[in-house]
């Protein structure tokens, strides 16, 4: 069956540092979302991702989707100790509405 | 203020008995989902409903059930539980065409 994978499970970083997680899928996808989620909360939406090759910023997060709608990542640059937490990757087919989500990469952060 | 509710958040129950858990949102959206996230294994989808009536399985259906009579209402049914049931689970909802899902709180239960 379709499969998500994500690396790496767990990053520490010393704020102020970039992190990167990346995401790739076994089928290729229709779209791909990311979430953050809080240590203790539910997971939170933060972007969507459609088109070959799309790049999406926000402040200082910066999403990518591949060229082949297989992978993508999420890059943050500077990181500041609220961006703790869980980020995950969740790919959807084409026309399907399940959801496949990756299995998370917990972010820490040094202060 | 728009959201999604589940009841319980919390619930200790015992192999076999069945249970109930509920999820409203009041923003009147069509697509509403169930997830459970277990520890290594992220978050993987139960069912889903794109309208009232309208229910498909996701990657993990054996054992729950699920109904949507109103649009608002998206109850998840274990008959009879098990220990591996024992999990974290989400209930979510969005606009049929918008990119965002809402996520409820969670419903944390333990099957002993």
């Known amino acids: 069956g379709q499969q998500v994978m994500q690396i790496p499970q767990y990053q520490h970083v010393q704020e102020g540092e970039d992190f990167t997680t990346y995401c790739n899928s076994s089928?290729?996808?229709?779209?791909i979302q990311w979430y953050k989620q809080r240590p203790g909360g539910h997971p939170v939406f933060l972007i969507q991702?459609?088109?070959?090759?799309e790049v999406k910023k926000q402040k200082r997060l910066t999403f990518q989707f591949g060229e082949a709608k297989k992978n993508s990542s999420l890059h943050i640059t500077a990181t500041q100790t609220t961006d703790v937490g869980t980020y995950f990757c969740?790919?959807?087919?084409?026309?399907?509405?399940?959801?496949?989500f990756g299995t998370g990469t917990r972010l820490k952060v040094l202060a | 203020e728009a959201q999604v509710t589940q009841n319980p958040r919390y619930l200790i129950t015992v192999t076999g008995k069945k249970l109930t858990v509920t999820c409203s949102q009041n923003m009147n959206h069509e697509y509403m989902s169930w997830y459970r996230q277990d520890p290594g294994l992220g978050l993987r989808q139960i069912y889903y409903s794109m309208n009232v009536e309208v229910t498909d399985k996701g990657d993990v259906p054996e054992g729950y059930k699920v109904s949507r009579k109103e649009k608002r209402n998206f109850p998840l049914i274990l008959e009879s539980p098990s220990p591996n049931q024992t999990s974290l689970y989400f209930c979510?909802?969005?606009?049929?065409?918008?990119?965002?899902?809402?996520f409820g709180p969670g419903t944390r239960l333990l099957v002993l």
């Open positions: 089928t290729t996808l229709s779209n």
């Open positions: 969740a790919g959807s087919r084409s026309g399907t509405y399940k959801y496949i």
């Open positions: 991702l459609v088109k070959s090759g």
């Open positions: 979510a909802s969005r606009q049929y065409n918008a990119e965002t899902q809402y």
